[in-house]
């Protein structure tokens, strides 16, 4: 299926600590982190980021973000459905 969506990709870091040196090694392949709870107060929430990749890039900057000093893992959003909707297979 092709299409001109973005897939939400969710970064989680290892620690708080590392959040400069991870959203540096995300810039350095095109990738803008922004906090997923961004008025948390929740150390372990506050260690969790997002962003928008293209699909078309989807696994190669899966693999360049787990390789990021500081990511504890990186994967990608699946995609929710409205209740009741028939999901089918493409």
């Not at 600590?17 to 540096?24: A, K, L, N």
């Not at 899966?62 to 390789?67: A, V």
């Amino acid at each position: 299926m092709e299409t001109n969506e973005h897939i939400e990709v969710i970064v989680k870091l290892k620690h708080l600590d590392s959040r400069d040196d991870v959203e540096s090694c995300a810039a350095r392949i095109g990738v803008s982190l922004q906090p997923l709870h961004p008025s948390t107060s929740d150390s372990e929430l506050s260690t969790y980021f997002h962003a928008h990749v293209d699909p078309a890039t989807l696994d190669l900057t899966l693999e360049k973000l787990r390789e990021c000093d500081g990511v504890d893992g990186a994967y990608a959003k699946p995609r929710g459905y409205i209740p009741g909707q028939t999901v089918t297979k493409e």
